[in-house]
Nanobody
Protein backbone atom coordinates (compact mmCIF):
# COMPACT_ATOMS: atom_id res chain seq x y z
CA UNK A 1 0.00 0.00 0.00
CA UNK A 2 1.09 3.52 -0.82
CA UNK A 3 -0.49 6.68 0.54
CA UNK A 4 -0.19 9.98 -1.32
CA UNK A 5 -0.84 13.43 0.10
CA UNK A 6 -0.90 16.46 -2.19
CA UNK A 7 -0.47 20.10 -1.30
CA UNK A 8 0.10 23.45 -2.96
CA UNK A 9 -3.05 24.09 -4.94
CA UNK A 10 -4.91 27.37 -4.91
CA UNK A 11 -6.14 30.36 -6.87
CA UNK A 12 -3.71 32.15 -9.17
CA UNK A 13 -4.03 34.77 -11.88
CA UNK A 14 -3.26 33.94 -15.52
CA UNK A 15 0.47 34.03 -16.09
CA UNK A 16 1.18 33.13 -12.49
CA UNK A 17 2.93 30.16 -10.96
CA UNK A 18 2.18 27.41 -8.48
CA UNK A 19 4.14 24.48 -7.12
CA UNK A 20 2.37 21.27 -6.20
CA UNK A 21 3.89 18.69 -3.87
CA UNK A 22 3.01 15.08 -3.27
CA UNK A 23 4.44 13.07 -0.40
CA UNK A 24 4.34 9.30 -0.54
CA UNK A 25 4.35 6.95 2.43
CA UNK A 26 3.90 3.26 3.01
CA UNK A 27 5.55 0.80 0.61
CA UNK A 28 7.56 3.51 -1.12
CA UNK A 29 10.30 1.05 -2.08
CA UNK A 30 7.87 -0.41 -4.62
CA UNK A 31 7.29 2.89 -6.44
CA UNK A 32 8.69 2.89 -9.97
CA UNK A 33 7.06 6.09 -11.23
CA UNK A 34 5.16 9.06 -9.90
CA UNK A 35 3.27 11.76 -11.64
CA UNK A 36 0.45 14.24 -11.88
CA UNK A 37 -2.88 14.00 -13.63
CA UNK A 38 -5.72 16.50 -13.74
CA UNK A 39 -9.45 16.51 -14.27
CA UNK A 40 -11.49 19.53 -15.23
CA UNK A 41 -15.27 19.63 -14.74
CA UNK A 42 -17.02 17.58 -17.41
CA UNK A 43 -13.76 16.18 -18.76
CA UNK A 44 -11.81 12.98 -18.38
CA UNK A 45 -8.73 12.74 -16.21
CA UNK A 46 -5.63 13.45 -18.26
CA UNK A 47 -1.89 13.12 -17.92
CA UNK A 48 0.08 16.18 -16.88
CA UNK A 49 3.56 14.81 -16.27
CA UNK A 50 5.33 11.73 -14.95
CA UNK A 51 8.81 10.88 -13.70
CA UNK A 52 10.32 7.43 -13.26
CA UNK A 53 12.57 6.32 -10.44
CA UNK A 54 15.57 6.72 -12.76
CA UNK A 55 14.59 10.25 -13.70
CA UNK A 56 12.91 9.89 -17.07
CA UNK A 57 10.14 12.45 -17.56
CA UNK A 58 7.10 12.66 -19.78
CA UNK A 59 4.83 15.68 -20.31
CA UNK A 60 1.51 16.37 -21.94
CA UNK A 61 1.95 18.58 -24.98
CA UNK A 62 -0.28 21.20 -23.40
CA UNK A 63 2.13 21.78 -20.50
CA UNK A 64 5.54 21.31 -22.14
CA UNK A 65 7.83 24.29 -21.62
CA UNK A 66 5.58 25.58 -18.82
CA UNK A 67 5.54 22.79 -16.23
CA UNK A 68 8.50 20.97 -14.71
CA UNK A 69 8.20 17.74 -12.76
CA UNK A 70 10.86 16.69 -10.28
CA UNK A 71 11.31 14.02 -7.67
CA UNK A 72 13.16 13.86 -4.40
CA UNK A 73 13.76 10.17 -3.79
CA UNK A 74 15.14 10.77 -0.31
CA UNK A 75 11.85 12.38 0.70
CA UNK A 76 9.63 10.20 -1.51
CA UNK A 77 8.14 13.39 -2.82
CA UNK A 78 7.25 14.54 -6.30
CA UNK A 79 6.78 18.16 -7.32
CA UNK A 80 5.42 19.98 -10.32
CA UNK A 81 6.40 23.58 -10.89
CA UNK A 82 3.70 25.23 -12.97
CA UNK A 83 4.56 28.50 -14.70
CA UNK A 84 2.69 30.70 -17.15
CA UNK A 85 -0.58 29.28 -15.95
CA UNK A 86 -3.63 29.59 -18.16
CA UNK A 87 -7.35 29.44 -17.35
CA UNK A 88 -7.49 26.09 -19.16
CA UNK A 89 -5.09 24.68 -16.55
CA UNK A 90 -7.91 24.95 -14.01
CA UNK A 91 -8.61 21.46 -12.70
CA UNK A 92 -8.38 19.08 -9.79
CA UNK A 93 -4.81 17.80 -9.81
CA UNK A 94 -4.13 14.26 -8.66
CA UNK A 95 -0.86 12.68 -7.63
CA UNK A 96 -0.22 9.18 -8.93
CA UNK A 97 2.25 6.44 -8.03
CA UNK A 98 2.88 3.20 -9.90
CA UNK A 99 4.35 0.27 -8.03
CA UNK A 100 6.14 -2.90 -8.90
CA UNK A 101 5.63 -5.78 -9.53
CA UNK A 102 2.14 -5.44 -11.00
CA UNK A 103 2.02 -1.77 -12.02
CA UNK A 104 -0.63 -0.98 -9.46
CA UNK A 105 -1.77 2.63 -9.43
CA UNK A 106 -2.32 4.69 -6.31
CA UNK A 107 -3.96 8.11 -6.21
CA UNK A 108 -4.01 11.07 -3.88
CA UNK A 109 -7.17 12.89 -2.92
CA UNK A 110 -6.55 15.75 -5.33
CA UNK A 111 -5.73 19.43 -4.95
CA UNK A 112 -7.62 22.20 -6.72
CA UNK A 113 -5.86 24.61 -9.04
CA UNK A 114 -7.88 27.56 -10.27
CA UNK A 115 -6.46 30.04 -12.77
CA UNK A 116 -8.64 33.12 -12.96
CA UNK A 117 -8.41 36.89 -12.90
Amino acid sequence: QVQLVESGGGLVQPGGSLRLSCAASGSIFRIIAMGWYRQAPGKQRELVATVTSDGRTNYADSVKDRFTISRDNTKSTVYVQMNSLKPEDTALYYCNAVTTPRNWNYWGQGTQVTVSS
